[in-house]
């Protein structure tokens, strides 16, 4: 039995505990609903890198997002940034809303990410560069994530959205 395909031009997708915006996603109908058809353990990792870089400050659903995809306990996350485990349940708390940490701090967590990711050296000189001055605690936005070149349907270990939020 073949499956039915379609391209879709935006998708919202709110697995991850904030909106996400992807475009140009491959969809694929499984029993009567459309879902993406994409790797979602790449999309992970590249909605992490999009952090690292997104333009105004990062919200507590997205801190919790970032703290478990690196697979850290409360306490864990709150050692590797010398704060508080209350801390990170506060920023946490905060939901869809800016965490208001230091500036420090939350450039201490995006640098992390792009440490494990493992870039250049010259490329994290950049991203630090970029990073220097605290950002605006301007209105939240959607991360967005053109999906069409970027994501491949996984061969191996692909999940539906229901199962990547269960």
Same mark, same amino acid.
């Given at each position: 039995?073949?499956?039915?395909?379609?391209?879709?031009?935006?998708?919202?997708?709110?697995?991850?505990?904030?909106?996400?915006?992807?475009?140009?996603?491959?969809?694929?109908?499984?029993?009567?609903?459309?879902?993406?058809?994409?790797?979602?353990?790449?999309?992970?990792?590249?909605?992490?890198?999009?952090?690292?870089?997104?333009?105004?400050?990062?919200?507590?659903?997205?801190?919790?997002?970032i703290?478990?995809?690196?697979?850290?306990?409360? *306490? =864990?996350?709150? @050692?590797?940034?010398?704060?508080s485990?209350?801390?990170?349940?506060?920023?946490? #708390? +905060?939901?869809?809303? !800016?965490?208001?940490?230091?500036w420090?701090?939350?450039?201490?967590?995006?640098?992390?990410?792009?440490?494990?990711?493992?870039?250049?050296?010259?490329?994290?000189?950049?991203?630090?560069?970029?990073?220097?001055?605290?950002?605006?605690?301007?209105? *939240? =936005?959607?991360? @967005?994530?053109?999906?069409?070149?970027?994501?491949?349907?996984?061969?191996?270990? #692909? +999940?539906?959205?229901? !199962?990547a939020?269960?």
């Amino acid at each position: 039995m073949k499956l039915e395909r379609k391209r879709q031009g935006v998708f919202i997708d709110r697995g991850f505990g904030f909106p996400v915006e992807l475009r140009n996603v491959p969809m694929v109908l499984v029993r009567g609903s459309w879902t993406p058809d994409i790797d979602l353990d790449r999309l992970e990792q590249l909605l992490l890198h999009a952090l690292v870089f997104k333009p105004c400050r990062l919200t507590g659903d997205e801190v919790r997002f970032i703290r478990t995809s690196l697979a850290l306990t409360l *306490q =864990q996350f709150a @050692a590797r940034f010398n704060v508080s485990h209350p801390a990170v349940m506060k920023w946490e #708390r +905060r939901g869809t809303r !800016a965490t208001a940490m230091d500036w420090a701090t939350e450039k201490d967590i995006r640098l992390e990410l792009l440490h494990r990711a493992h870039v250049k050296p010259a490329s994290f000189v950049d991203a630090y560069g970029s990073l220097a001055t605290a950002m605006p605690p301007g209105p *939240q =936005q959607l991360t @967005a994530l053109e999906v069409g070149t970027t994501l491949k349907p996984s061969a191996g270990r #692909r +999940r539906t959205n229901a !199962a990547a939020r269960g």
